[in-house]
């Protein structure tokens, strides 16, 4: 299941057979008949749409809040970001089954893989309420580094995707909300506090099977945190942090203050 989603590449079609699998797997756990987890050999890339063009950072379109267009260019780059995040939820599915977990974590993947999916639904409908589409724009090409750099590191991958990368989102997404609510467009802001909603429980899994893995090996959670993603990602990480929705979601200030390239406000004191 998982591979078929990753080797889907339009992107509608993508989601559409991600939501399908996950009814499937969550309907054959209710039955209690689960589906086997299986192995299966995950493509080092998935397969993505002939659009959008994926172009160098600095040459995807400008996201200025302030004009149409500029948000259009937002709305396009959090849908790619979504869609990137379907194929990395299929792909830890798959990639890592060697490592033997409890049906729990399957369940969690699937569940945030289908969010994921929603998510690309909903700001695809956003964006062809604006007469755009998702591919009428450049988009970054970066998105897929994270999982290839851990591609054998499961641990890695866990402290680099959910925990700092979606936990990145519950930083930027309350911002975006404003821009949108500025704008009256009613229609974004709803979709965009589904997805926020939602993502806190992401980061929650992260952080939950990360502190998993580490009991199983009696390692300390927060060194092999630290370590793990100045081995995996490149640069600090950025304040202002959400501390509030972090916390919500499993993640203390110490996992990531002095991963930081600032000191935390209150250490003044
Ligand atoms: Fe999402
Ligand atoms: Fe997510």
Not at 24 to 35: L, M, V, Y
Not at 72 to 89: G, K, P, Q, Y
Not at 153 to 169: I, K, Q, S, T
Not at 192 to 215: D, T
Request: glycine share 6%; aromatic share 10%; charged share 25%.
């Amino acid at each position: 299941m998982a591979v078929d989603v990753l080797t889907t590449a339009d992107g509608r079609a993508k989601t559409a057979l991600s939501r399908d699998y996950a009814r499937q797997w969550f309907a054959a756990r209710e039955a209690g008949d689960p589906i086997a987890i299986g192995d299966a050999q995950p493509p080092l890339h998935p397969s993505r749409p002939e659009k959008p063009e994926l172009l160098n950072p600095r040459d995807v379109p400008r996201r200025r809040p302030g004009s149409a267009q500029g948000r259009i260019a937002i709305l396009h780059s959090v849908a790619h970001i979504e869609l990137n995040a379907v194929d990395l939820h299929w792909d830890i599915i798959a990639r890592f089954t060697d490592t033997k977990m409890p049906m729990g974590f399957y369940d969690d993947w699937v569940k945030a893989a289908d969010e994921e999916s929603k998510h690309f639904n909903l700001l695809c409908d956003c964006l062809e309420a604006q007469g755009s589409h998702y591919g009428a724009m450049g988009a970054h090409a970066g998105m897929w580094r994270a999982a290839e750099d851990t591609v054998d590191d499961f641990m890695g991958r866990l402290a680099v995707v959910p925990m700092v990368l979606e936990a990145r989102g519950l930083d930027v997404t309350p911002g975006m909300i404003d821009i949108f609510q500025s704008a009256k467009d009613t229609q974004t802001v709803d979709a965009l506090k589904v997805i926020y909603a939602e993502e806190v429980g992401h980061v929650a899994y992260g952080s939950k099977w990360f502190h998993f893995l580490c009991g199983r090996h009696d390692m300390d959670p927060k060194e092999a945190f630290h370590q793990l993603v100045r081995k995996y990602f490149h640069g600090a990480l950025k304040p202002p942090f959400n501390e509030e929705k972090r916390a919500e979601a499993g993640l203390p200030p110490d996992f990531y203050w002095p991963l930081a390239d600032k000191l935390p406000p209150h250490s003044q004191n």
